[in-house]
């Protein structure tokens, strides 16, 4: 286990990186309805500009760094990586997140060098179902986060019920 100030320094790491990546999202959101909808050709444009400045200088270092700690965060605190469900799901919701994020970023990528061509950017796809999943994703591994509930997996149950089995023996 970690020491407590050590623990409560990573904790607050990974608050202020999730919710970070949370807000990105939001924003990001917003500039993809602009986007999709938005009927002023310069205004689609900086959408699509301000989107791919999102994506690659705050969602994706936000999403990293919010995984890489909330492992370390894990890991390091009596909850643990396997011990409970809500821990799991949580794992499995971000790190399938930043899995889609990582294919998009190139999406993204793409659709912002048409929209600043010659070309109509109204007429470019948004990715709207993308940015509306990731903001609903992220918004539940929060609700996760703050109500934890109960649950043990079968790993978990084992560690509470027989801590000696999974200890390695001294000299093994």
Do not use: C
Request: proline share 7%; hydrophobic share 50%; net charge positive.
């Amino acid at each position: 286990m970690m020491p407590p100030r050590l623990r409560k320094l990573i904790l607050t790491t990974h608050i202020a990186s999730s919710v970070g990546w949370l807000g990105a999202v939001l924003a990001y959101l917003a500039l993809d309805v602009t986007a999709a909808f938005g009927t002023d050709i310069p205004a689609v444009r900086g959408a699509y500009a301000g989107m791919d400045v999102l994506v690659r200088f705050a969602i994706v270092p936000l999403a990293g760094a919010s995984v890489v700690i909330g492992l370390v965060n894990a890991l390091g605190t009596p909850w643990g990586l396997l011990r409970h469900y809500w821990v799991l799901v949580k794992l499995i919701l971000t790190v399938a997140a930043t899995v889609v994020l990582l294919i998009e970023s190139r999406t993204v990528r793409a659709l912002t060098a048409s929209a600043l061509s010659d070309a109509d950017p109204r007429l470019l796809p948004a990715t709207l179902p993308h940015s509306i999943g990731g903001a609903t994703v992220l918004v539940i591994a929060t609700i996760l986060s703050v109500y934890k509930p109960r649950g043990l997996t079968r790993y978990g149950w084992r560690r509470r019920t027989h801590p000696q089995r999974l200890r390695p023996r001294p000299g093994s």
